[in-house]
């Protein structure tokens, strides 16, 4: 006889009864194999679907854990933060009797103040009735006092005229002595042959001996703001004297034996 194929899983109902199968059937053993194949299948799937399931359980428990143990945390988050609120005030309701205790020194001190302001109220009207007295005498020094601003005024502005006249006496008197010094020392000194530089002709070396260049060492120390003067005292671009070279062959020739270039 036959084995029945088993009970679908899940099903809940039992399985059916077994019947003796057909007489053709009996005489074909080939075809109860391939049925009892076929159950097999079946219930394999079957397995394999609640391993699924049992799995996706798993999942979720795992995942219903997890949450259990974030929450767990998340609680001993918030009770550490009570803890710490608890705290917080402990140390607000402490200051606060502080602020408390502060605050009534505060009103003592300025009850004690303001019975010294009357005092001093007292003090002040009889120090205004003192000053009312003095109003008149206050009005006669000011009168006074305006009438000598106005003679300093006078006064301080002739001295300030003085003071220009002999500041402008002092600066004539201050150019002519550098402008006596010059002189003294353009005589005292031997002048160089400027035409030595090449560029530099007869009526440059004339304007610059009236400028007071009279050597080469005073050339070779131009610095680029003297060569800018100087090129708008001869109305030349100070273009030309950096092309020509001025600076360097007045220092160069300052070592050469003087008459050597040919001139």
């Known amino acids: 006889m036959a084995p029945s194929p088993p009970a679908a899983a899940g099903s809940g109902r039992p399985p059916p009864r077994s019947e003796r199968p057909p007489a053709s059937d009996r005489a074909c053993p080939g075809a109860e194999t391939e049925t009892l194949r076929q159950a097999l299948a079946r219930a394999e799937i079957e397995i394999e679907r609640r391993e699924r399931a049992l799995s996706s359980r798993d999942a979720d428990l795992e995942s219903a854990r997890r949450a259990l ?38 009103r003592r001190i300025l009850a004690a103040k303001q019975a010294k302001v009357a005092e001093l109220g007292t003090e002040i009207e009889e120090a205004r009735k003192a000053l009312a007295a003095l109003g008149s005498e206050h009005r006669q020094l000011q009168a006074q006092h305006e009438s000598l601003l106005a003679l300093l005024a006078v006064r301080t502005a002739r001295v300030g005229e003085l003071e220009s006249q002999l500041d402008a006496r002092l600066q ?21 042959d400027l035409q030595r530089i090449r560029g530099l002709g007869p009526v440059f070396a004339r304007r610059l001996e009236a400028l007071g260049v009279q050597r080469l060492d005073q050339i070779a120390a131009w610095s680029e703001a003297d060569i800018e003067r100087f090129a708008a005292a001869l109305k ?7 092309r020509a070279s001025w600076v360097e062959q007045a220092a160069r020739l300052l070592w050469e034996v003087p008459g050597a270039d040919g001139r």
């Open 236 to 242: 030349v671009h100070p273009a030309r004297i950096r």
């Open 69 to 106: 143990q974030e929450r767990d945390r998340e609680l001993q988050q918030r009770g550490h933060d009570v803890e710490q609120a608890m705290a917080a005030l402990g140390e607000a309701r402490s200051e606060r009797d502080r602020d408390r205790a502060e605050l009534d020194r505060n």
């Open 172 to 192: 004539s008197i201050a150019a002519l002595e550098s402008k006596l010094s010059e002189l003294a020392a353009r005589a005292a000194t031997p002048s160089d």
